[in-house]
């Protein structure tokens, strides 16, 4: 759990640097609710990891975690379309960041979500 606190600081960090650069407000608020929501929902991952694995030991994994990272998919997909309906202000630059989050804390959670779950199974054998 402390590597994936250590990327969302890291992140924070790059973000904070890099927001030093940008000009337009809006972009800057899309960035850091975008970070906020990814860093919500990844904690939202483990916990459901955690506990389905805790409430029933024998069951496979891989499963749940292609399940939830489906889930995951989906409710960035609405995500986004709630921001294009709701608050757009005209430019496309608003997808750069998300994309990047999203490539970022995908790639992370798969890696860290197989490492955790073989922990999670070797604990409970």
Do not use: H
Not at 9 to 38: H, K, N, P, R
Not at 51 to 80: C, E
Request: overall charge positive; some cysteine.
């Amino acid at each position: 759990m402390f590597r994936w606190g250590y990327l969302a600081v890291g992140l924070f960090l790059m973000l904070f640097l890099g927001l030093m650069f940008v000009d337009s407000s809006s972009l800057e608020q899309f960035t850091w609710v975008c970070y906020a929501f990814f860093v919500l929902l990844s904690l939202f991952i483990f916990f459901v990891v955690k506990v389905v694995k805790g409430r029933n030991p024998s069951v496979n994994l891989t499963g749940v975690v292609f399940g939830l990272l489906g889930v995951r998919f989906l409710l960035s997909a609405v995500f986004i379309m709630l921001y294009i309906l709701f608050f757009r202000t005209g430019d496309n630059y608003f997808i750069v960041p998300f994309f990047l989050m999203y490539s970022i804390f995908t790639i992370f959670e798969s890696i860290y979500l197989q490492k955790y779950c073989n922990y999670l199974e070797k604990s409970t054998d």
